[in-house]
């Protein structure tokens, strides 16, 4: 009688917690619910540890305290100069819009890019930049790893150390914690390298006072001088990615900015930083601008479990319903919401040609399965969906229209869009966007056609696995 009367009582304490808990979808209350009632022990630990995107009390009232203080980008001196005014088609302003709403940074004009050629490229490019910096070069990754291209860049940070550059690199806690207890990271360190590790994970039985140890800072900033920023989807390390070696090489896109763009970039890196260690950057966001340089417009864009909820993939469902022409999407793990999945094939569904591009094998094999329980409805749809075979596309990307652009850190799955702190820019200009477009091309040309009457070929088992992971995915 009294193990019947604990189980209902954790079952009803758990589920109004379930139920009461704010900006909890639908799906996802179902899904804890059904865990609970079905497992109540286990389920209530998993959603004590596991069930809220919450980094902790004193995390959060430092961060409140750290964005309270710091300087806003456009409160340097010159942010106003004429050549930064922002130059945006009609159509697409209320994409920026979104983006404002998201991190307060507003739409500038008075940038430029280059797409990096591949992944050795950027992290040679981003070593020369080092080499060649004069004031300071803030670094954050998600994952450093100590192989070939991630001792390159320790060795640049040591040297731009070794001549007076203020060199600052973070990483996050459980991403990078090799290199965290590496000598190299020791070594960076004794050589002058301001160091920080970001979300360390606290005692996983408190929650309520740590946080939630599997949130996750999945960002990649580099900012050199105020001058140069870079942003895309490539961590700090060899495209053969050894930890997981047989799903590479992983193939990544990075752009090399300059202009108005790096100070909000500047600003997300310092909002992380100033989060983590006790050091006030706010006297390098009052720096004077550069003079002002014809350019194109652009927006950081960064989100996170403290920033207003579903921000991210309000900002992807926005840009797939603002596409008129063409919609090309490239990302490497797909585990959408129903609107995410509703904005892709409203695009098809209403003309647009729409493209989807998913690594033919993915290195989690649930994310993998639960991709594609999604296909039957894109293809239906006629979105035409493409699997990368030579290694893991790890790019996320969207082109729309041959105009606009939006390149960085964030997935189309439910961790992006819940649990990880992500930066991306949007940028719009029709040159850096048939860039970005050619480079899609090219991973077209190493992908193969997945087709509707194969999927609909599919057997029992293989739908049962793919349906039954991707249940998994509103439980977070």
């Known amino acids: 009688m009294i193990f019947v009367l604990l189980h209902v009582l954790i079952v009803i304490a758990v589920g109004l917690r379930i139920l009461l808990r704010q900006n909890r979808q639908p799906d996802s209350r179902a899904a804890w619910l059904l865990v609970v009632i079905a497992l109540p022990y286990i389920g209530a630990i998993a959603y004590v540890l596991l069930g809220e995107t919450d980094i902790g009390h004193k995390r959060v009232a430092r961060m409140q305290k750290v964005m309270a203080g710091l300087p806003r980008p456009d409160a340097a001196p010159g942010w106003d100069a004429p050549g930064n005014a922002a130059a945006i088609p009609e159509l697409y302003r209320p994409l920026f819009a979104v983006g404002r709403s998201i991190s307060g940074y507003a739409p500038v004009g008075g940038n430029s890019a280059r797409l990096m050629a591949n992944s050795d490229a950027a992290i040679d490019e981003m070593v020369a930049d080092i080499d060649a910096a004069q004031d300071h070069v803030h670094l954050l990754f998600y994952i450093w790893l100590t192989d070939h291209n991630g001792t390159k860049m320790v060795e640049a940070m040591k040297r731009a150390a070794a001549r007076g550059v203020t060199c600052r690199a973070m990483v996050d806690a459980i991403g990078s914690r090799d290199m965290t207890r590496s000598p190299d990271w020791a ?31 999945h960002r990649k900033i580099v900012v050199i001088d105020n001058r140069i920023t870079y942003c895309g989807s490539q961590n700090c390390a060899d495209p053969a990615f050894l930890p997981k070696a047989k799903f590479g090489p992983w193939v990544d896109a990075v752009m090399r900015f300059e202009g108005p763009i790096v100070r909000q970039n500047q600003h997300l890196f310092c909002s992380d930083w100033m989060v983590n260690v006790s050091e006030d950057l706010s006297a390098l966001l009052r720096q004077p601008m550069p003079p002002a340089h014809a350019g194109f417009t652009a927006q950081a864009v960064g989100t996170g479990p403290t920033v207003r909820h579903s921000a991210m993939p309000e900002m992807f469902e926005n840009l797939m319903y603002a596409a008129r022409r063409e919609l090309f999407v490239t990302t490497p793990y797909y585990v959408p919401d129903r609107a995410i999945q509703a904005g892709l094939c409203a695009a098809a569904n209403r003309g647009v040609d729409t493209t989807i591009i998913f690594p033919a094998r993915n290195d989690d094999f649930a994310v993998g399965a639960a991709s594609r329980s999604y296909y039957e409805d894109l293809l239906t749809a006629g979105v035409k969906v493409w699997e990368f075979r030579p290694g893991l596309l790890h790019t996320k990307s969207m082109t729309l229209d041959g105009e606009i652009t939006l390149i960085g850190s964030a997935n189309m799955d439910r961790r992006s869009f819940d649990l990880n702190y992500e930066n991306n820019i949007l940028l719009a200009d029709p040159a850096t966007t048939a860039a970005m477009r050619a480079r899609q091309q090219d991973y077209l040309g190493q992908s193969r056609e997945v087709t509707l009457a194969e999927v609909e070929n599919w057997g029992m088992g293989r739908r049962l696995w793919n349906n039954t992971l991707a249940i998994a995915g509103p439980v977070l």
């Open 187 to 217: 070594a960076m360190t004794a050589a002058g390298v301001h160091t920080a590790i970001a979300l360390k994970t606290g005692n996983p039985l408190l929650p309520f006072l740590t946080g939630r140890i599997d949130l996750r800072n």
